[in-house]
Structure formats: structure tokens, C-alpha cells
């Protein structure tokens, strides 16, 4: 199934992060422990790393608090294959 990096930035102030870490937390452990944040060193974003079938199915999945904030990238990873292969499609 591919890969998603969620991405969502929120404002810089305790109440603003608060409200998000409630949201979380209320929706239950397994979110908790799969949003990680750049809150305590001043970088008020938030990255969830899911498993998803497509973008529709991640924003079903995004919390509604990030909604209107996240940016949404799917992933891959490359083979050593597929590297040789774009050098010789670059030449
Ligand atoms: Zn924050």
C-alpha cells in the first residue's frame, strides 16, 4: 500500500498547540503515537506517516483539526535499478 507524509503547520502559540495535542489525543492512542511534532524546538508543524490506498483515502483519515492545514505527499523509496536506470534516461 503507499506511503503518505502528512504535513500540517499550525500557529505559533501554546493554546494553538494545545488545541491540536487535545484533538489527537481525544481521537486515541494510535494517533497519538503516530503524529510526530516540532512543537518544543519552536517548528509548530506536525508529520503523520500513514499507509493509505490513495490521497481521497488519507484525508478521510486526516483528523478534522489538520484538515484545512495539511499537505499531503505520497512516498516511495527507490531500488538501485530504478537509480542506474534514470541516469542512463537522463543521458
Ligand atoms: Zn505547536
Not at 29 to 54: K, N, Q, S
Not at 69 to 78: D, G, H, M, P, S
Request: charged share 25%.
Amino acid at each position: 500500500m503507499p506511503k503518505y507524509l502528512v504535513e500540517a503547520v499550525h500557529e505559533p502559540d501554546p493554546a494553538s498547540c494545545l488545541r491540536l495535542l487535545d484533538a489527537v489525543l481525544m481521537q486515541g492512542a494510535h494517533y497519538l503515537t503516530h503524529t510526530d511534532w516540532g512543537c518544543m524546538v519552536g517548528d509548530h508543524r506536525a508529520w503523520m506517516l500513514l499507509d493509505a490506498e490513495d490521497d481521497a483515502a488519507v484525508k478521510h483519515v486526516i483528523l478534522p483539526a489538520f484538515r484545512d492545514k495539511a499537505r499531503i505527499a505520497k512516498l516511495n523509496t527507490f531500488t538501485p535499478e530504478q537509480i542506474r536506470a534514470m541516469h542512463t534516461q537522463a543521458h
